[in-house]
């Protein structure tokens, strides 16, 4: 599987230990980052927007990167996102076809900057969740659910099978035709 | 000029670019416009772009997304492997891959067999030429 940018991992933290408060509650958090420095990071900054906690005065009790659980399945995806725009903060929900989370999340990544210039540090994940196929709102999804599908590959890429064996000049005109 | 080899679950495939280069696979299940999932009996069954595919004209029946046993006896009762071998394009590539293996002794068994090729060649086309002057 190619590497992704974006992981999905686990947060559990709390605040520290007071005279106060004993047994302070435990907080767990999935967040996507590119690395774990990073989601302890976010995990502080999501935390501090929800309770009077900040890293100074609380603990990460486990870091843990979640892996897909079935890799080889095709499912529907739909994330739930907040994200800021030049004139606001705004929520949107996108459905994608994937195999793995982490896949659909890196796509949902790659389409909000292509389709809304946002830079992934302006773009909150709410939610993710695996939508069954009769729950899926997207026309863009929906077309692949039909069990007979098919469809022709219109244009041929001719190419060489390695970048080392690329030449500049060819003899003939390829045919583009499958 | 209308489609004949359709992307369809069940379709065999050839990855023609990439680390799996050469390989036969069969379309098990099509994730969105530009991606399927593919497998083959000896691989890990992974998403493939349709770039990196050329599609072929076998086609095998299986439900969408089988298990790896149900697609191997799909594949035995199709008979794939047979069927790839057979057509000609299947045929060009092990002729290829033989090429390619040839080491020196080889090569210089395949030169005299030419010239001998050639030589028989020559002497009919002389007969023919004999019988038309």
Not at chain 1, 24 to 33: D, G, H, N, T, V
Not at chain 2, 33 to 61: E, G, H
Not at chain 2, 80 to 106: C, H, M, P, T, Y
Request: with cysteine; hydrophobic share 40%; proline share 4%.
């Amino acid at each position: 599987m190619v590497s992704f940018r974006f992981h999905q991992y686990q947060v559990v933290g709390r605040a520290l230990p007071t005279p106060g408060d004993e047994q302070p509650k435990i907080y767990r958090m999935k967040l996507w980052a590119t690395n774990e420095v990073r989601a302890k990071s976010k995990f502080w900054y999501f935390l501090r927007k929800l309770k009077k906690v900040k890293k100074s005065n609380g603990q990460i009790l486990a870091l843990n990167e979640i892996f897909e659980r079935y890799p080889t399945v095709v499912k529907n995806y739909g994330i739930w996102l907040r994200y800021q725009s030049r004139t606001g903060y705004h929520n949107m929900y996108k459905e994608f076809r994937d195999t793995t989370l982490n896949g659909a999340v890196e796509q949902m990544y790659d389409e909000m900057a292509s389709r809304h210039r946002v830079r992934s540090p302006c773009i909150q994940i709410i939610k993710t969740a695996t939508v069954p196929n009769d729950m899926c709102k997207r026309e863009n999804t929906k077309q692949f659910h039909d069990e007979k599908i098919r469809f022709p590959l219109i244009f041929k890429k001719v190419r060489p099978p390695s970048r080392v064996l690329k030449t500049t000049f060819k003899a003939s005109r390829p045919n583009l035709f499958m | 000029m209308t489609f004949k080899r359709f992307v369809e679950i069940g379709r065999v495939a050839l990855i023609n670019y990439g680390k799996e280069y050469g390989r036969l696979v069969v379309i098990v299940d099509i994730i969105d416009q530009n991606r399927a999932l593919v497998d083959a009996p000896d691989m890990v069954r992974c998403q493939i772009n349709f770039k990196r595919l050329a599609l072929t004209d076998i086609k095998i029946d299986i439900p969408k997304s089988p298990k790896k046993k149900t697609l191997i006896a799909a594949m035995e009762a199709a008979d794939v492997k047979n069927r790839w071998e057979k057509s000609s394009w299947g045929r060009k590539l092990i002729v290829q891959k033989k090429r390619a293996s040839l080491n020196d002794f080889d090569r210089f068994k395949v030169m005299l067999a030419k010239i001998k090729r050639g030589g028989v060649v020559k002497q009919e086309l002389a007969k023919l030429k004999k019988q038309a002057a």
